[in-house]
């Protein structure tokens, strides 16, 4: 019970040790999501491989210990960057078994950067431009999630067989311009799959190119819970809460 409470100190707590401890998880989820993007279009070597056994390793350890302390082990389990993980690490151990390229769900590996509330929490309490323009970030490493994902996809499946820095640049091309949906038609995907991944990425880039503008041009909404009601948006200026009119302390830089 002692090592428990002690492990659920780090990763709930509200010590600057334990927000250390998860500015430390952020910087590991930040170096294996460019390990992974950037080992995408290499060939397979027995150096990745241990690379990547070493960081499945340490995603299934920090996986366990967040279910091991959590509550509600069900509804962490469910959690968005508890999925990405675990699809991490099946497809960490499904390619070498198959035989095939499962780079793509590795990219999912960055929708942990801020998708762990109490990591968010950090970052508000921490750092006033994370406060001020949380949706617009939050928004933005939604995309970037996306972008890459996609592009693994399409070089896995129409690039594979040429592998290279320069197909992936074309698989990065060919994505940035169907989620924008300029098509400029000198790079497709063919056959039946690809024409459907094509469709897939221009609704789904679409919804987050829409997100992401709203979230830098509307009017912005800083995250403080009310302690009366519960709503958790108020203008960044505000001081009562305008559901149920209770005093809401949103924290500032102060007076200049």
Same mark, same amino acid.
């Given at each position: 019970?002692?090592?428990?409470?002690?492990?659920?100190?780090?990763?709930?707590?509200?010590?600057?040790?334990?927000?250390?401890?998860?500015?430390?998880?952020?910087?590991?989820?930040?170096?294996?999501?460019?390990?992974?993007?950037?080992?995408?279009?290499?060939?397979?070597?027995?150096?990745?491989?241990?690379?990547?056994?070493?960081?499945?390793?340490?995603?299934?350890?920090?996986?366990?210990?967040?279910?091991?302390?959590?509550?509600?082990?069900?509804?962490?389990?469910?959690?968005?960057? &508890?999925?990405?993980? =675990?699809?991490? %690490? /099946?497809?960490? @151990? +499904?390619?070498?078994? $198959?035989?095939?390229? #499962?780079?793509?769900?590795?990219?999912?590996?960055?929708?942990?950067?801020?998708?762990?509330?109490?990591?968010?929490?950090?970052?508000?309490?921490?750092?006033?431009?994370?406060?001020?323009?949380?949706?617009?970030?939050?928004?933005?490493?939604?995309?970037?999630?996306?972008?890459?994902?996609?592009?693994?996809?399409?070089?896995?499946?129409?690039?594979?067989?040429?592998?290279?820095?320069?197909?992936?640049?074309?698989?990065?091309?060919?994505?940035?311009?169907?989620?924008?949906?300029?098509?400029?038609?000198?790079?497709?995907?063919?056959? &039946?799959?690809?024409? =459907?991944?094509? %469709? /897939?990425?221009? @609704? +789904?880039?679409?919804? $987050?190119?829409?997100? #992401?503008?709203?979230?830098?041009?509307?009017?912005?909404?800083?995250?403080?819970?009310?302690?009366?009601?519960?709503?958790?948006?108020?203008?960044?200026?505000?001081?009562?809460?305008?559901?149920?009119?209770?005093?809401?302390?949103?924290?500032?830089?102060?007076?200049?």
């Amino acid at each position: 019970m002692a090592l428990r409470e002690t492990i659920s100190a780090l990763y709930t707590g509200r010590t600057r040790r334990a927000a250390r401890f998860r500015y430390t998880l952020i910087g590991l989820d930040v170096i294996t999501v460019a390990f992974f993007i950037v080992t995408v279009p290499l060939a397979r070597s027995a150096p990745i491989a241990v690379c990547e056994a070493v960081i499945g390793a340490l995603i299934l350890v920090d996986m366990g210990l967040r279910l091991w302390i959590a509550p509600d082990r069900w509804r962490s389990l469910w959690q968005v960057h &508890t999925l990405a993980d =675990l699809v991490v %690490v /099946v497809s960490l @151990v +499904a390619e070498p078994l $198959l035989g095939v390229n #499962l780079s793509f769900l590795k990219a999912l590996r960055a929708l942990r950067l801020v998708h762990s509330w109490r990591v968010a929490q950090d970052l508000r309490r921490d750092t006033a431009f994370f406060r001020e323009h949380e949706q617009g970030i939050v928004a933005s490493v939604d995309l970037f999630a996306f972008i890459f994902v996609a592009t693994s996809a399409v070089y896995v499946l129409q690039f594979d067989a040429e592998p290279g820095f320069a197909a992936y640049a074309d698989a990065l091309y060919f994505t940035v311009a169907t989620l924008t949906t300029t098509g400029y038609g000198d790079i497709t995907m063919t056959g &039946t799959g690809g024409k =459907l991944m094509a %469709v /897939v990425m221009m @609704v +789904a880039g679409v919804a $987050l190119f829409f997100r #992401l503008a709203r979230a830098l041009f509307v009017p912005r909404k800083v995250i403080q819970r009310c302690t009366a009601c519960g709503l958790n948006r108020h203008d960044p200026d505000a001081i009562h809460c305008k559901h149920c009119g209770a005093t809401v302390n949103i924290p500032t830089g102060g007076a200049a």
